[in-house]
């Protein structure tokens, strides 16, 4: 009769230490603004859900989404500046 205790070690993946990586770090620290803003947009929905929505709170609903697109296009400038600097240099 074979043993399969050795080859559990062949097939286990290494432990996870439950850290996110430094990479995992930067995108997080990347995308704040953006989770920012869209929390507060969400926080300027849920207020009027349960009543009709005032003139301040459509400006506020108005506002956060702005704030949502804005931090949306800095976001996806920021990563085509960064694919423009990797790519550059290359044959065209």
């Known amino acids: ?3 399969i205790a050795a080859l559990q070690t062949a097939v ?3 432990p996870f230490d439950g850290e ?3 990479a995992e770090l930067d995108a997080i620290e ?10 507060a947009l ?3 929905q849920i207020m ?3 009543r009709a929505p005032s003139e301040l709170d459509v400006r506020r609903v108005r506002r956060a989404r ?3 697109l804005a931090a949306r296009r800095d976001l996806a400038n920021r990563a085509a500046t960064t694919a423009d600097v990797t790519v550059s240099g290359g044959a065209a």
Not at 30 to 39: G, M, Y
């Open 42 to 44: 969400l926080d300027a």
């Open 20 to 22: 996110p990586s430094d």
């Open 12 to 14: 286990t993946a290494a």
């Open 48 to 50: 009027t859900i349960d």
């Open 30 to 39: 990347t995308e704040t603004p953006l989770i920012l803003a869209e929390v």
């Open 66 to 68: 702005r704030r949502v």
């Open 1 to 3: 009769m074979n043993s």
